[in-house]
């Protein structure tokens, strides 16, 4: 049976509980424990499949095809592992569940309550991937902050459970901030002490207290947070604000979470942390050799949480390629054909994002048209493939109306269309085609190269596909679809050989990029963008020579 760890917040949001979490969750694992990881989200829809990104950032795909919280992308990126359907919980995937049992009249009469019926659902998931002897400690991350109404009834399930197991199988670290007032010059730890009280207030007692803070915590604040919040000294841990996320496990292992975790949970067998694949790859990371700068394309860049994944890929396969990757936000719907020079100007490489819906479309068609024709390396995901495909049907095949049926439903040239299933559904939530599916890579591709296989997996979230009825007529045109999917023979990659790095992708291979397993494709990527970018200072360096001369 495994152990329990809980992470609350308080005082507000934005603290990166998170990343506290998957900290604390990769220091256990570097320590040989078998841990795993979940959210708990206070709302009501059933999953964040059917929340704009503005509302709640990237939607994240597992390979089970959940659509959950973008935290469990930390939770993989941090710990190497996969989750699945059961690591996201939200309230309203709690009360459905009560519903349906109540309509199929399993409580037999009763009256259906918050306590026990929700709290009772509540607590018997929380523990169902801890129950098959997999992991020795399960982290559960509750969404919201303390105080929040909607969050009641977890803390009131943590309550329950730590009455109900053994003491040294349940803890709780809470999360709090503690603000420097410059003009006082002065840490303050008012909201930390009100935020323990108000969790005390229901029945769960942290045993641990982590403070987010600007300013290193001097031992006379840590002795007053002990004393006013009624925990030992040691148990008041400094989280320090990072230069990366990917620094913050190191920060907790100097102090010492881990350790007052383990001894709280009575685990005795554990080992030093094995941390040498990260340390290598942190330090890659803070000292790049060389700079690249990529345009990422889309409709939400200027809120950075809609691309998390995308954006931390970019981290991963930047330090394996020893560069720093800039990355640009290029907003497709002020691209136009006179303008897009002037707007990729300075780029070394070229992302169109994934995305839903018309806005910006044009401006993007124009982006990978002027990829295509310079040379600049391309990299188009989901969306962005699409993008490519449209553009190419256009300018290269004459089909001068190709479109998606997303965007025109009436275009006689449906280069991007609907599977047949899919046009039956009526349903939003959990409705795309989701989650891992396996391609054929074809060999001496691209593709082949950058992965080094022929066979992989890789997640999708999307309802469209390339329409296998203009297959031929693409190939015919130098396109070369490098990877289908053997069973569907739908098209997953499409790439141009003629070209340095011209690659679009039906799938999202920024889910699948964890620190020790960057993904392929943007390794490949920023690797052509770094050969772009040396090409590019050899030219005008050359140029400036000649010029002296
Ligand atoms: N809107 C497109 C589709 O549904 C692409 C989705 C995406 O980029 N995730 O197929």
Known sequence: MAKYIFVTGGVTSSLGKGIIAASLAKLLQARGLRVTIQKFDPYINVDPGTLNPYEHGECFVTEDGAETDLDLGHYERFLNIHTSQKNNVTTGRIYQTVINKERAGDFLGKTVQVVPHITDEIKRRMQLIGKDGQYDIVLTELGGTVGDIESLPFIEAVRQLQWELPEEDVMVVHLTLVPYLRAAKELKTKPTQHSVKMLSETGVHPDVIVCRTEEPLNNDIKRKIALFCNVKVDAVIEAMDASTIYEVPLLMLREKLDLYCLKKLNIKEFGEPHLDKWKLFLDKL????????????????????????????????????????????????????????????????????????????????????????????????????????????????????????????????AVINMMEEQKKIKMMGGTMRLGAYPCDIVEGSLAHKVYGDVQITERHRHRYEFNNDYLDMYEKAGMVMSGKNADTGLVEIIELPNHPFFIGVQYHPELKSTVERPAPLFVGFIGAAKKYNETKSALISSLLQREMA
């Open 286 to 413: 803070k000292y790049p050799k060389a700079k690249v700068t990529i345009g990422l394309i889309g409709k939400y860049v200027e809120l950075q949480d809609a691309y998390k994944s995308i954006l931390e890929s970019f981290i991963h396969a930047g330090a394996i390629n020893e560069v720093k990757v800039q990355v640009v936000n290029v907003h497709s719907e002020f691209i136009t054909k006179e303008n897009v020079a002037e707007k990729l100007e300075g780029l070394d490489g070229l992302l169109v994002a994934p995305g839903f819906g018309l806005r910006g479309i044009e401006g993007k068609i124009i982006a990978v048209q002027y990829a295509r024709e310079q040379g600049l390396p391309f990299f188009g995901i989901c969306l962005g493939m699409q993008m490519a495909v449209i553009e190419y049907g256009r300018n290269v095949l004459g089909l001068t109306d190709a479109h998606s049926t997303e965007m025109d439903a009436n275009t006689s040239h």
